[in-house]
């Protein structure tokens, strides 16, 4: 018997593990996870952004936990040695129409308490990053870097360390309640657990269904591929490049994200997964993709942006439409600057009406919290949702 057992080893999963062990040591914890190897989906797949807090609607999950959560990570990463960089990032109006919408994101971002904002002209846009192209934009140097998977790793570490167990390769296949705790099945034995939490990102919507959890929101997978940087020009890029977001679309755009590794990652466009586990093109599982089609909030936000959906498709299989969208940032960008990269799942949740869920969602069931929504920042963010998740369960927990 497990005092909790915690099922999704990526990034939130082991946070919220190790926050745990953190205040009740005594606990019998484990994390069960499917794959080989920690952070094998989203948190391993991100770009790999410290954000700031800025774009997030104030007074939400994301805008209250991101700002926190950035510090914490930054100064976990001092503690345990992690490489990080706080490179800043620009958000770049490219044409005068976006300027009020950029000075709007400004003061949300005052609102959340951002620090060290700017907002720059065009000479100071290229003061700072001379091959960008903008009218006006937000500095924000707060926004930084770091490899994720690390992190993650690193988490486990301090979970193992503190007594906690990771069981690797158990697929969870079904939830029962008997005598006062709650029955886990997975493929590699039964687990009986007084509390569970369930961090299952790709998969959070059908392990909540199986638990007897509501149905909705429900996962939608949209896969992000992005391109490289040539090496020999990565002196264009020295900080995050960002769009100024379009309200009136469901994901943000292009942008040009260093990395740890000295690469510069290009993109991502947004298109839908035909598998939650869809980093290539021709990946499908049907089961993934009847279960899209046939969910009535899929179809009303396909009618809503059919067009913008048409246009993220082109964009996937023309190199020239992706560069196109780049060179609105960055002119001198040629084709051949272009270098095929890697790809991420973003487990998108949906409403019934069609809505995506922008917001972190977490829900309660008797003995069960599920982690129904956590896009980006997640990551950022992952150990101030942990203090959340731990805050509101503790005094359920044994001493």
Known sequence: MYDVVVIGAGIVGLATAREMLQRRPRLRLVVLEKESRVAAHQ???????????????????????????AAKLVRYCEERGIPYRLIGKLVVATTPDEVPRLLE??????RNGVQGLQLLSAEEI????????????????????????????SFAEDVRLAGGEIHLGRTVIGFQRRNGCIRIGTTGGEYDARFVIVCA???SDRLARSSGGRPDPTIVPFRGDYYVLRPERRYLIKTNVYPVPDPRFPFLGVHFTPRMDGSVWLGPNAVLAFAREGYRKTDVNWRDLLETFRYPGFRRLALRYWRVGLHELWRDFSK???????????????????????AGVRAQALSLDGQLIDDFVLDRQPGIVHVRNAPSPAATSSLEIARLIVDDIEHELPT
């Open 43 to 69: 948190s391993g797949h991100n770009s790999g952004v410290i954000h700031s807090g800025l774009y997030y609607r104030p007074g939400s999950l994301k805008a209250r936990t991101c700002v926190a959560g």
């Open 105 to 110: 994101l400004y003061e949300r971002g005052q």
């Open 126 to 153: 290229r003061e700072r990053e001379p091959a960008v192209a903008g009218v006006r934009a937000i500095w924000s140097p707060r926004t930084g870097i770091v490899d994720f998977v690390r992190v993650a790793e």
């Open 201 to 203: 990102g790709l998969y």
């Open 320 to 342: 020239r439409a992706f560069l196109r969208d780049l060179r609105r940032f960055v002119p001198e960008l040629d084709e051949d600057d272009l270098v095929p990269g890697p």
